[in-house]
């Protein structure tokens, strides 16, 4: 149920005598859950809404509306508390966090809402049969789903969880009642690669263009995995045989469909996949088409400016190699400028986790300090930061780290337009 905050005025709320402590309890008989109903309802021309008034009594009435017209309410809570995975995946990154960080980088999120509001990836493990028609019921799509397997068993032994055999069930019906998904599979060598990736994919493949794509990122390690399940690394013949059999089945499948992580390529030494195939580019928070991407928008940005400053450009040791290459078009176009890429070993996860967004600022701090003198400004992009803060992942701020170290940092929004800025331009203003 939602109970009502405030009701807008000159609303259809209004007009219906709705106030402050009245309580939706359903819309066209089903119960209002969450926001989300609201939200679906308000949308909708003609429905029923079911609401206790404050002296107890209920009452339904049928609402006829236009569109683009809204009941006007605001509730005291949007009832999205976060739903939590019950899975023990063998992989699973926050299972090798080290104790004593922050209470909220140890919450392992596995909720169907999350996913449709903001692309947050889920297993649909701890969906009831009541979920499932809710999330067809509300159309919400897309959803973003980590299948990591279509074998039935192998997921079950990869999640540890009895029930993860749903998920072929789970696509079919989704996928046949119009609900599009975006699906990632976290690739653990030895598990549910090779023959088994491929399976995933032409299984998955099935239900497109309701399956959009398929992405595959590789299992993020880090040093604190005593006692977990062994899982390989991956190297670069590895990597290299990943991109061929995902280009081999595209090609076959005529769509651009399996789309890998980029650090795939950074290992295999290969470019990136070109611009264009990244489409919409729906899979860029999990890895995916983010250098493509990043590519274009440098070459978008490069003018001829004159920037007399020496700086340091903070990366994860995957990608530097790249970055010094980006760096180097930068000088070309920018008279006076000096530019070092840092690649920052991360020694609090340990170094196979080697990409820029898991840098801590302890880490950071080192590897600038152990520098050399002469350059006055560190740029390094913003996925280095928890989202909305100036805080790194082991609490150290923005401030400290540019008190510690004696030099200007420079948060980038993580775009090239925004890189080319900080690299070729004095007065960027944001994030120094």
Do not use: W
Not at 256 to 273: H, K, M, P, S, T
């Amino acid at each position: 149920m939602l109970r009502i905050k405030e009701v807008q005025k000159n609303s259809i709320g209004e007009e219906l005598g709705l106030e402050k402590g009245d309580v939706v309890l359903a819309f066209d008989g089903h119960s209002a859950v969450d926001i989300l109903d609201y939200l679906y309802y308000d949308e909708k021309e003609f429905f029923t809404i079911t609401v206790r008034q404050n002296n107890g009594d209920e009452s339904s009435c049928e609402i006829e509306k236009y569109e683009d017209e809204s009941l006007g309410l605001i509730f005291e809570d949007d009832n999205l508390g976060i739903k939590t995975c019950q899975n023990h995946c063998i992989f699973c990154f926050i299972d090798q966090m080290p104790c004593g960080m922050r209470d909220s980088l140890y919450v392992k999120d596995d909720d169907y809402r999350q996913s449709f509001l903001h692309g947050n990836f889920v297993t649909l493990t701890n969906l009831t049969k009541e979920d499932e028609e809710r999330i067809v019921r509300l159309n919400l799509s897309p959803l973003y789903v980590s299948v990591h397997t279509m074998n039935g068993e192998l997921r079950k032994k990869m999640t540890g969880n009895r029930f993860a055999d749903k998920i072929v069930g789970q696509i079919d019906k989704f996928a046949k009642n119009g609900i599009t998904m975006h699906t990632q599979v976290v690739l653990a060598r030895g598990y549910n690669d090779g023959e088994e990736l491929e399976y995933t994919a032409r299984e998955l493949f099935k239900y497109y263009p309701n399956v959009k794509t398929m992405a595959v990122v590789p299992v993020g390690m880090t040093k604190f995995r005593d006692g977990l399940t062994p899982i390989q690394d991956i190297d670069k013949d590895y990597a290299s045989s990943v991109i061929a059999l995902a280009r081999k089945l595209n090609k076959e499948f005529k769509a651009n469909f399996i789309q890998l992580g980029d650090e795939f390529y950074f290992r295999a030494g290969l470019d990136v996949e070109p611009y264009e195939f990244y489409g919409d580019f729906a899979q860029i928070e999990n890895g995916v088409g983010t250098t493509a991407k990043f590519l274009k928008e440098i070459d978008e940005n490069l003018k001829n400016r004159t920037f007399n400053k020496k700086i340091l450009l903070i990366s994860g040791t995957s990608a530097s190699e790249f970055i010094k290459k980006q760096a180097q078009k930068v000088e070309q176009k920018t008279k006076g400028v000096e530019i070092k890429v840092l690649a920052v070993k991360n020694e609090f996860f340990g170094e196979t986790v080697n990409c820029t967004g898991l840098l801590t600022g302890q880490d950071i701090l080192k590897a600038i300090k152990n520098c050399g003198d002469g350059y006055e400004i560190a740029v390094m992009p913003r996925h280095v930061l928890r989202e909305n803060t100036n805080l790194f992942l082991d609490g150290m701020t923005v401030d400290e780290l540019a008190e510690k170290t004696g030099k200007k940092i420079r948060i980038t929004d993580g775009t090239g337009e925004s890189f080319v800025k900080a690299l070729s331009m004095q007065n960027l203003a944001k994030g120094e």
